[in-house]
Structures are given as C-alpha cells and as structure tokens.
C-alpha cells in the first residue's frame, strides 16, 4: 500500500507541474484545475495508459515484421502519441481543463499537449527512481520513521547493537567492510 501511495504522490506532483507548463505554453488552460487534472491524469497514467499502450502495440504488432527499422520507430512514436492523446482527451473531459482561442487553438490544444506529456512521461522514467525513493524517505519520516517487517510488525528505528551501528557508520563513510579494511591494513604493513 505505501508503494502505491508514494508513486502515486510522486507522479502526481510531477503531473501538475506538466500540467502548469501545458497551460503556459499550449491554448489549453489549467489554472486551479491543475490539481484535480493532475489527479486524474496520474490515475490514467498508472492504470490506464499501461492498458491501452499494450493493446495498441499487440494490434501493431501482427504487421511489425512488414516495417524497417524506421518504421517500427515510427509506428512507436505513433502508438505513443496516439496513447497520449486519449490521456489527454479524456483528462480534459474529466477535468475543468478547456481548450480556447477558435478553430486553429482548438487544434493545437489538442495537438501540443500530447507531446509535452510524452517529453513529462520521457523525463518521469528517467528520474522516477530517485523521485519515489525520496518521497518515501519523506512519507516515512512523516509516519514516524518506522518501517514495516514481513511479518507486519513495525522494527525499531534505533538499532540494538551500538557497536554495529559503528561499523555500520563507518563503512558508509568509506563504502568498506571491516574485513575489507582489515585487508588493506594489513596490506599497508607488509
């Protein structure tokens, strides 16, 4: 359950932040409906999105043998862009997000922000590692640094044994064991 809340936290601030640049650089606009945007595009981005990606890649690929290699990337761009774009529709559609200005920015609100989200989503994969671990460094702190065992049993956050708490120190200090630094010392005296 922690793992879900803490992805699904961390994309959502992500998600807003997209959201806000799509409203400063598209016709789309956000405003205060970013937040709840936001929610709702990270719900689509994590249940949805992987869903419709598969099944427009298997209906793509019984013709994949047929295509060079530019061509398959191509066809990927496009099934990426398609997947982006039905993200983007129905965030809209459940969203207090518009599209204005006429004909041509009704276009380009709906042709431009499929694109940003895809150069958001490009970006997301690239950092969400380091994004959820420290988001879950933060939800821990905030539910009072413990953590839960296998057996669901919370373990203490102080450890038992202060002379492994030591050595636990000083090997992330220098990244040794103490037999690896027993090992270089006796090196340095032979």
Same mark, same amino acid.
């Given at each position: #359950?922690?793992?879900?809340?803490?992805?699904?936290?961390?994309?959502?601030?992500?998600?807003?932040?997209?959201?806000?640049?799509?409203?400063?650089?598209?016709?789309?606009?956000?405003?205060?409906?970013?937040?709840?945007?936001?929610?709702?595009?990270?719900?689509?981005?994590?249940?949805?999105?992987?869903?419709?990606?598969?099944?427009?890649?298997? #209906?793509?690929?019984?013709?994949?043998?047929?295509?060079?290699?530019?061509?398959?990337?191509?066809?990927?761009?496009?099934?990426?862009?398609?997947?982006?774009?039905?993200?983007?529709?129905?965030?809209?559609?459940?969203?207090?997000?518009?599209?204005?200005?006429?004909?041509?920015?009704?276009?380009?609100?709906?042709?431009?922000?499929?694109?940003?989200?895809?150069?958001?989503?490009?970006?997301?994969?690239?950092?969400?590692?380091?994004?959820?671990?420290?988001?879950?460094?933060?939800?821990?702190?905030?539910?009072?640094?413990?953590?839960?065992?296998?057996?669901?049993?919370?373990?203490?956050?102080?450890?038992?044994?202060?002379?492994?708490?030591?050595?636990?120190?000083?090997?992330?200090?220098?990244?040794?064991?103490?037999?690896?630094?027993? #090992?270089?010392?006796?090196?340095?005296?032979?």
């Amino acid at each position: #359950m922690k793992k879900w809340i803490v992805r699904f936290v961390s994309l959502l601030v992500f998600n807003v932040v997209v959201l806000l640049v799509i409203g400063f650089l598209t016709p789309a606009r956000v405003g205060w409906s970013a937040l709840w945007a936001g929610i709702v595009l990270t719900a689509l981005s994590i249940w949805i999105k992987p869903a419709v990606h598969g099944w427009f890649r298997g #209906m793509a690929a019984k013709s994949a043998s047929q295509r060079t290699r530019a061509g398959e990337k191509l066809v990927e761009f496009l099934l990426a862009f398609a997947v982006a774009l039905l993200v983007w529709i129905v965030t809209v559609w459940l969203s207090g997000v518009s599209i204005g200005g006429g004909l041509l920015g009704s276009f380009w609100g709906y042709a431009l922000p499929p694109l940003i989200l895809l150069i958001g989503w490009a970006i997301y994969d690239r950092i969400d590692d380091r994004v959820e671990a420290r988001a879950e460094a933060l939800y821990d702190r905030a539910s009072g640094g413990r953590t839960a065992t296998t057996d669901g049993a919370t373990a203490p956050s102080i450890p038992q044994n202060p002379e492994a708490a030591a050595a636990g120190r000083r090997e992330l200090d220098d990244g040794l064991t103490e037999e690896q630094r027993r #090992m270089l010392d006796e090196l340095g005296k032979g």
